[in-house]
RNA sequence: GGCCCCGUGGUCAAGCGGUUAAGACACCACCCUUUCACGGUGGUAUCAUGGGUUCGAUUCCCGUCGGGGUCACCA
């Protein structure tokens, strides 16, 4: 049989020599070390966490070592395909700060390896897998979809393994007529690699993050090429990486089981292939077991609930860095006003088990980044978030410029030290500052019964004055407190609790929810101040 | 089921043949305090399991168990 012929026939059209495309896309001129990665999405527009983990992965590697960061999308699955997808992908990335190098839609890159959308590259897969027919390392195959689910059930109900492999590769020893005759009677067909692979030989492999493992070898002839004449993801990824001389891919361990289908079609195309590390994915409870975060079940999978809910994307990052490197952590603790980007990487030091997500170290890390800003910056992250994600009530809160920023600086304290975090999400701060803006809604319920209650505004209300300073006013308080009964010092209700109704703090605590509604805010006197005398009257005789 | 990966407190984890088995989150107690918070001090809690190897195993080897991933003309 004449295989390139046939080459010719199956895969037509005009290729240039295959010499040319290594003279096209030839190896980057990098400083040593340089490593070049890349984020391959496709373009489904929906991007979640597990997508960041990687992406501040392979950015870190590829910055830190002045190499590049490119963006590829794999779009050689029509069906997935979202309208606006890449803008979305781009803009998610961008929020949490990381930036490309060069590949699709990247403005100003000279985008040299391109192109960087596959479907766009369809020439050059389809010159080399016409190359593999010619060679007899790849075939054309016309089973049908029924015939391949047929034989999947045969493979199942017999035990076997299944897949189009060895004895059950019926198109591979098909006739040069049977072909012909396939071809002329204009039957569809798919090209598959004729693999040379041993599944009772296992190849030693190194890969960056879980170290050495070992690989059985490849013997399914899996699909290169689609009957639409687009390449599988595992074509086009020896390819590509080969030719955008992609230096190390950091990617899912869901790719770690097609790993040998990877080993293989790098070495019938005669490339060299990159570093690997195979990144464990993320996951969360369900139930009392583990599972990978899923999209359908998990909303907090999606880049877009941060956004949605107002994290900082800062924050967001810093969870990520700390499980992404366990020394991290240590390492930000000790610097904390260092830039990010000036910790030490180390695909080494990821994790070889699964994490589990969890929210509340999240939170913790988003109260402390969000403690570190200043009322102005506050104001401003806070409006931005209001205005694509508020209600309009809290749209409204930033139409008063020196209003909310009394309100911040009260509300996260000045001082360094002594700064409040009881910011967590900009969403949650807008809720928690709502009493400032509008008549207090009781959230938590009074210590004291309804009669105490009464008594304690009333006598607050006589003498209550708005010009009072901090001291006076506080003196006030206690007055009150005395006069019902109440310890007026904390020591000497702790040494003698059975003599007062209790103490201070109790009254303070009626006066707090009558304003504000809750049992936890800041500083009380300066809450009354910036709500002016008419609104604090109003709420204490409204509680009343 | 086959193949592969993984297994230190509730969670993230340091450890890499000899440690009082770090640290962070969460939780609890106390201190500070007009509440809450912040801050401070202290505390509860971990080497999945059974065999080896070794003077000695959390650490090395094997088995068991448990968890995860994957078995497409999807990526």
Same mark, same amino acid.
């Given at each position: 049989?004449?295989?390139?012929?046939?080459?010719?026939?199956?895969?037509?059209?005009?290729?240039?020599?295959?010499?040319?495309y290594?003279?096209m896309y030839p190896?980057r001129?990098?400083?040593?070390?340089?490593?070049v990665t890349r984020l391959a999405p496709s373009p489904t527009g929906?991007i979640?966490?597990?997508n960041?983990?990687v992406a501040?992965?392979n950015e870190?590697?590829a910055?830190?070592?002045?190499g590049v960061l490119y963006l590829r999308i794999e779009d050689t699955d029509?069906?997935r395909k979202v309208?606006g997808a890449v803008e979305a992908v781009k803009n998610?990335l961008r929020?949490?700060?990381i930036r490309f190098d060069e590949g699709a839609e990247i403005e100003g890159a000279e985008n040299a390896y391109g192109p960087y959308y596959q479907r766009q590259r369809a020439e050059i897969y389809?010159?080399?897998?016409?190359?593999?027919?010619?060679?007899?390392?790849?075939?054309?195959?016309?089973?049908?979809?029924?015939?391949?689910?047929?034989? #999947?059930?045969?493979?199942?109900?017999?035990?076997?393994?299944?897949?189009?492999?060895?004895?059950?590769?019926?198109? +591979?020893?098909?006739?040069?007529?049977?072909?012909?005759?396939?071809?002329?009677?204009?039957?569809?067909?798919?090209?598959?690699?004729?693999?040379?692979?041993?599944?009772? =030989?296992?190849?030693?492999?190194?890969?960056?993050?879980?170290?050495? !493992?070992?690989?059985?070898?490849?013997?399914?002839?899996?699909? !290169?090429?689609?009957?639409?004449?687009i390449p599988?993801y595992?074509f086009a990824h020896a390819i590509d990486d080969h030719f955008m001389r992609t230096t190390?891919v950091?990617r899912?361990?869901?790719?770690?089981?097609?790993?040998? !289908?990877?080993?293989?079609?790098?070495?019938?195309?005669?490339? +060299?292939?990159p570093?690997?590390?195979?990144?464990?994915?993320?996951?969360?409870?369900?139930?009392?077991?583990?599972?990978?975060?899923?999209?359908?079940?998990?909303?907090?999978?999606?880049?877009?609930?941060?956004?949605?809910?107002?994290?900082?994307?800062?924050?967001?990052?810093?969870?990520?860095?700390?499980?992404?490197?366990? &020394?991290?952590?240590?390492?930000?603790?000790?610097?904390?006003?260092?830039?990010?980007?000036?910790?030490?990487?180390?695909?080494?030091?990821?994790?070889?088990?699964?994490?589990?997500?969890?929210?509340?170290?999240?939170?913790?890390?988003?109260? &402390?980044?969000?403690?570190?800003?200043?009322?102005?910056?506050?104001?401003?992250?806070?409006?931005?978030?209001?205005? @694509?994600?508020?209600?309009?009530?809290?749209?409204?809160?930033?139409?008063?410029?020196?209003?909310?920023?009394?309100?911040? &600086?009260?509300?996260?304290?000045?001082?360094?030290?002594?700064? =409040?975090?009881?910011?967590?999400?900009?969403?949650?701060?807008? @809720?928690?500052?709502?009493?400032?803006? =509008?008549?207090?809604?009781? @959230?938590?319920?009074? +210590?004291? %019964?309804?009669?105490?209650?009464?008594?304690?505004?009333?006598?607050?209300?006589?003498?209550?004055?708005?010009? %009072?300073?901090?001291?006076?006013?506080?003196?006030?308080?206690?007055?009150?407190?005395?006069?019902?009964?109440?310890?007026?010092?904390?020591? %000497?209700?702790?040494? &003698?609790?059975?003599?007062?109704?209790?103490?201070?703090?109790?009254?303070?605590?009626?006066?707090?929810?009558?304003?504000?509604?809750?049992?936890?805010?800041?500083?009380?006197?300066?809450?009354?101040?910036?709500?002016?005398?008419? +609104?604090?009257?109003? #709420?204490?005789?409204?509680?009343?």
């Amino acid at each position: 049989m004449d295989l390139k012929k046939l080459a010719e026939r199956l895969i037509p059209g005009e290729y240039r020599p295959l010499s040319e495309y290594e003279a096209m896309y030839p190896p980057r001129d990098l400083p040593k070390g340089a490593q070049v990665t890349r984020l391959a999405p496709s373009p489904t527009g929906f991007i979640h966490l597990g997508n960041l983990f990687v992406a501040i992965a392979n950015e870190r590697v590829a910055h830190q070592s002045n190499g590049v960061l490119y963006l590829r999308i794999e779009d050689t699955d029509e069906k997935r395909k979202v309208e606006g997808a890449v803008e979305a992908v781009k803009n998610a990335l961008r929020y949490f700060d990381i930036r490309f190098d060069e590949g699709a839609e990247i403005e100003g890159a000279e985008n040299a390896y391109g192109p960087y959308y596959q479907r766009q590259r369809a020439e050059i897969y389809r010159a080399f897998a016409r190359d593999l027919v010619g060679r007899g390392l790849a075939y054309p195959c016309f089973c049908t979809e029924e015939e391949l689910s047929a034989l #999947r059930e045969k493979q199942t109900a017999e035990k076997k393994i299944t897949g189009y492999y060895g004895e059950y590769a019926v198109c +591979r020893n098909l006739t040069e007529e049977q072909i012909c005759a396939n071809l002329d009677a204009g039957k569809p067909y798919v090209i598959r690699l004729r693999s040379q692979g041993d599944p009772e =030989r296992k190849i030693a492999f190194h890969d960056e993050i879980k170290g050495d !493992i070992t690989v059985t070898e490849n013997d399914q002839d899996v699909v !290169i090429l689609k009957s639409d004449g687009i390449p599988t993801y595992h074509f086009a990824h020896a390819i590509d990486d080969h030719f955008m001389r992609t230096t190390l891919v950091i990617r899912g361990e869901e790719w770690l089981a097609s790993l040998p !289908i990877h080993i293989e079609l790098f070495d019938v195309l005669g490339f +060299r292939r990159p570093a690997y590390g195979h990144n464990c994915s993320l996951q969360k409870m369900d139930g009392d077991t583990r599972r990978k975060l899923s999209k359908r079940k998990d909303p907090e999978l999606s880049l877009e609930f941060y956004r949605k809910e107002g994290y900082f994307a800062r924050a967001v990052k810093v969870y990520m860095m700390t499980l992404l490197n366990s &020394n991290f952590e240590e390492w930000y603790l000790k610097f904390p006003d260092k830039d990010l980007e000036e910790f030490r990487f180390s695909v080494g030091k990821m994790g070889k088990s699964g994490a589990l997500f969890d929210l509340a170290k999240l939170n913790d890390i988003s109260k &402390n980044e969000l403690a570190r800003l200043s009322a102005e910056e506050m104001f401003e992250f806070l409006r931005a978030w209001a205005e @694509e994600y508020g209600t309009e009530e809290q749209k409204g809160y930033f139409a008063d410029r020196e209003y909310m920023l009394r309100v911040l &600086n009260l509300c996260m304290g000045t001082s360094g030290k002594k700064r =409040r975090k009881d910011f967590v999400t900009a969403k949650q701060a807008a @809720e928690l500052i709502s009493y400032f803006f =509008r008549a207090p809604v009781r @959230e938590d319920e009074y +210590r004291v %019964d309804g009669k105490t209650k009464g008594d304690i505004l009333r006598a607050f209300g006589r003498t209550y004055d708005y010009a %009072d300073d901090a001291q006076v006013w506080f003196a006030k308080v206690k007055n009150v407190a005395a006069e019902l009964g109440f310890a007026a010092e904390m020591k %000497d209700y702790k040494q &003698n609790p059975e003599a007062y109704k209790g103490s201070v703090s109790d009254v303070a605590e009626v006066l707090r929810i009558a304003v504000t509604g809750k049992a936890n805010t800041p500083d009380l006197w300066t809450i009354m101040q910036i709500l002016g005398e008419k +609104r604090t009257r109003e #709420r204490l005789c409204a509680a009343e």
